[in-house]
């Protein structure tokens, strides 16, 4: 009887952290709109700043190379992603590079209580673009 019991627990308590595990149901990529920087002025992307409250950061795919990121993940709800290019050669022409990397979970494609600073430099000065959620999208 005993034998039994201590079976059913070890059973019950691996099929409950195999289900805390599980990756939710619902996972949306973040996608920018296209934005034209001023290539032949070397406009180049060197961060990129995230706000959400709509869901939860469940990865990243692809970041670019030489690229460090940071999350904050306050117990308010509000989470913020940071990343910034290690230097001037991983800055980027092309801000779609970042389309589909950031993986959000717990969060509806009509989400828009999110916002993205991006942060551009062209060698002595320095630009920001804010895109709210109605100029982003998220999708599968």
């Not at 990756?23 to 296209?34: D, E, F, G, K, Q």
Request: aromatic share 6%.
């Amino acid at each position: 009887m005993f034998k039994k019991l201590l079976l059913i627990s070890i059973a019950a308590s691996g099929l409950c952290m195999a289900t805390a595990d599980a990756a939710p149901a619902s996972i949306l990529r973040l996608y920018l709109p296209r934005l034209a920087l001023a290539g032949e002025d070397g406009e180049r992307l060197t961060e990129f700043k995230l706000t959400q409250a709509c869901g939860e950061f469940w990865g990243l795919t692809g970041i670019p190379k030489d690229w460090s990121v940071e999350i904050i993940s306050p117990s308010s709800g509000t989470a913020v992603l940071h990343a910034s290019a290690g230097h001037g050669a991983s800055s980027l022409f092309d801000v779609r590079a970042w389309n589909g990397v950031v993986r959000i979970a717990g969060a509806h494609a009509s989400c828009k209580d999110l916002s993205v600073v991006l942060v551009t430099e062209t060698g002595d000065r320095r630009k920001e673009y804010q895109l709210s959620g109605r100029e982003l999208q998220l999708r599968k």
